[in-house]
């Protein structure tokens, strides 16, 4: 029996490479990505949003199930506590220099879910605190978001094309990436391939 999923991400790499990967195809930003069954996936994508999703889903029905587990006992406060130490993680990794690999990424993008759903779960059960619950949670995304923008061409220093942007080789979605392979990884700074160079993980590519 075929594997449906496999089938349905393959299907959609040939047909809307797109819808799997809104990066630029260029080496420069293959760390934002992971690879699938021969396809590029988005990690925020693909990893933030059905871990979070799945998170606060389970979260939810746990509490449903048993009210009375001492995790529903704790604060409101609590769960922003919580919630703020797993998105730790990530931003310690986007301040770190060089890049972590792959599965560290994506490791740290579910621990970032996970501490999102946490902060957002006092919303559902919890009326008395929905606003003070949702201040906090836009609190968060608005800083990140912004920060997002502010940075987003910092991946194409050293390209040559990066005056190009958006006109570039790297914005043509057709499926085919430029990346490196899993020895080397492009210095934002340089723009040039050096072999892993970081403290605790070493540093890939957006290939595994």
Known sequence: MRNPLRVAIQRIGEEEPLLLSHHPTCRYYSHHTFELYGQQLCMGCFVVYPVGLLALSSL??????????????????????????????KVVESLSPGRWRTRSRMAVKAILAVGLALLAFPFVF?????????????????????????????????CPQRDDFPDCTGMTVDGTYEYTDETTTVTPATGTDSTDETTGDSPTDGRE
Do not use: S
């Open 126 to 158: 919890r009326p008395a605190d929905r606003l003070v619950t949702a201040a906090v949670f836009v609190g968060f995304l608005v800083p990140y978001v912004a920060y997002k923008g502010l940075t987003a061409l910092d991946d194409c220093q050293g």
């Open 60 to 89: 939810i029905v746990a509490r449903l199930l048993a009210p009375d587990a001492a995790l529903f006992e704790l604060a409101t406060p609590a769960f922003y506590g919580l919630g703020v130490a797993l998105i730790g993680p």
